[in-house]
């Protein structure tokens, strides 16, 4: 079985709370496994701060969270924390079952990064993998973190505007990923304890808005597109029974303080 062997649905735009948006990728993954369609699907955050999977929850400035009404949820994806909201960031997922990917991490990663890729260069944007690891300056923000060639984007001056993740269950595999469209440095420095320094924030990370002039919401159509394109996929939506559980599942896990405020 390949991608092109499978029927794919488009969603997107859409935004939910934190613990929603990460539900749903999660009964994405069961529905893909259990036949039914592989999912792409561009998504915007409110104010969320989410963690990745083994992240200290001390590295976090919650009374700057609360203060500023920026969610907290956990990804169960690996890496630092990333601030989304809906005018800095977009957001990306892939979704499909696990016999219809390479097994090997770092093929797939590329195989799924194509779109991406593709998607920065219709938008006007050069874009590529980084070609060699930057020192980190804030391992707890995932932009400040030590890039690396596997996943992490940058622009034509060489600065971070991108980074992807991924994981694997037994039946499914999710990618999913960020795009930097604009800045908001005070915002998303300020979610951390110790502070790292916005200047040097700007110095590591570029946006869309910095390299190109493009609407956001040419951005978004020309990512929601692209990915359409990639896999062929129809115009889809979640189905009431997926909307169901991925409620339930956000109450159940991704909103709990078992999950989010849990020590690696």
Known sequence: ?????????????????????????????????AGGPATVRVYTWPDVLSLGYNQDPDSVDWAFCEREG????????????????????LSYSIVAPADAVPGDLMECYRLFCDPILDAFEGIG?????????????????????????????????GRKIGGNAQYRRKDAVVQHGSLSVSLRPERHCGCFTGK?????????????????????????????????????????SWTDDERARARERADSKYATDEWVRRSP
């Open 70 to 89: 920026i969610g907290v949820t956990r990804r169960p994806t690996g890496g630092g924390a990333i601030y989304h909201d809906r005018t800095a960031d």
């Open 1 to 33: 079985m390949t991608l092109a062997d499978l029927e794919w649905r488009v969603i997107g735009e859409a935004t939910d709370d934190g613990p929603t948006t990460m539900a749903l990728e999660e009964i994405a993954a069961e529905t893909a496994a």
């Open 196 to 236: 790292p320094d916005t200047d040097a924030f700007r110095e590591r990370v570029g946006a869309v808005d910095e390299y190109v002039d493009a609407e956001r919401s040419d951005v978004v159509e020309t990512l929601r597109a692209t990915l359409a394109e990639w896999v062929g996929a129809d115009e889809g």
């Open 125 to 157: 944007v050069d874009a590529r993998f980084v070609d060699s690891e930057y020192e980190a300056i804030h391992r707890p923000a995932c932009y400040l973190r030590a890039l690396h060639p596997a996943h992490d984007i940058v622009g034509p001056d």
